[in-house]
């Protein structure tokens, strides 16, 4: 009787070992369950900062790119405005150099033509 007085004691004592495990093992289950879940969580999270980064990166290219090429346009601009300012100032000085030597040509036409006129007018008296 002893014997199986014992015996039903170590099974309850097993009995209790085993809930006891599988009670540990149930919440070791749901506390990894817990971890891998947060850890797919953040894995998601990480994922579409991934793809939003990408995205910002493309756009920023896109931006330097536009700005780069602007810079090399208002290079350009100035250039040409620069080199036709040049031009029109040649232009003008060259007009202007012109309008000197007719005014000047005309005056001379004129004192010529009123000296001969003179001289003629002298040469009557």
Same mark, same amino acid.
């Given at each position: 009787?002893?014997?199986?007085?014992?015996?039903? !004691?170590?099974? #309850?004592?097993?009995?209790?070992? $085993? =809930?006891?495990?599988?009670?540990?093992?149930?919440?070791? +289950?749901?506390? %990894?369950?817990?971890?891998?879940?947060?850890?797919?969580?953040?894995?998601?999270?990480?994922?579409?900062?991934?793809?939003?980064?990408?995205?910002?990166? !493309?756009?920023? #290219?896109?931006?330097?790119?536009? $700005? =780069?090429?602007?810079?090399?346009?208002?290079?350009?601009? +100035?250039?040409? %405005?620069?080199?036709?300012?040049?031009?029109?100032?040649?232009?003008?000085?060259?007009?202007?150099?012109?309008?000197?030597?007719?005014?000047?040509?005309?005056?001379?036409? #004129?004192?010529?033509?009123?000296?001969?006129?003179?001289?003629?007018?002298?040469?009557?008296?």
């Amino acid at each position: 009787l002893s014997e199986q007085s014992d015996r039903e !004691a170590q099974e #309850k004592i097993y009995e209790r070992q $085993l =809930e006891e495990a599988k009670n540990k093992h149930l919440s070791e +289950t749901t506390r %990894l369950n817990t971890r891998i879940m947060d850890l797919e969580e953040k894995l998601t999270m990480l994922k579409e900062f991934s793809l939003e980064k990408e995205e910002l990166d !493309a756009n920023f #290219k896109k931006l330097l790119d536009t $700005l =780069e090429n602007g810079r090399k346009q208002y290079k350009q601009n +100035t250039e040409d %405005l620069e080199r036709k300012a040049a031009i029109d100032r040649e232009k003008m000085k060259h007009e202007y150099e012109q309008m000197v030597l007719e005014y000047r040509a005309d005056i001379q036409e #004129k004192v010529n033509a009123k000296l001969t006129k003179e001289t003629k007018n002298t040469s009557k008296i």
